[in-house]
């Protein structure tokens, strides 16, 4: 739970604040939304390899001009057959570079 997410958080930051902040970001931002909302075929499909360590996660969330105000957000999400197609951009997207896995806000 959220309890152990804190106190390994605070473990890893001890030694590393940037490993703490990535690992936050793949385990708070990018596993807990998936686990939270997704379907379960997205569950299966994502999960067992970002829990192994398989996959690196993240968030893209912040966009130029909006920063994190999700309300502000400009990206969109346009459904095209059984899948979408984003439209716009992120910025600040820690673990961005490494990510095998994204969650990613949009507007539809």
Do not use: F
């Amino acid at each position: 739970g959220y309890l152990a997410h804190v106190v390994a958080m605070e473990e890893i930051s001890r030694a590393s604040a940037s490993v703490g902040l990535s690992y936050g970001a793949h385990s708070n931002l990018c596993v807990n939304q998936i686990n939270r909302w997704a379907t379960p075929a997205q569950k299966e499909k994502y999960l067992p390899a970002l829990c192994s360590g398989e996959t690196v996660g993240a968030l893209a969330m912040s966009e130029p001009g909006a920063g994190s105000d999700v309300v502000s957000l400009r990206l969109r999400a346009e459904k095209r057959n059984d899948r979408y197609v984003l439209n716009g951009s992120k910025m600040w997207i820690t673990n961005g570079p490494d990510a095998g896995t994204m969650v990613v806000y949009a507007k539809t």
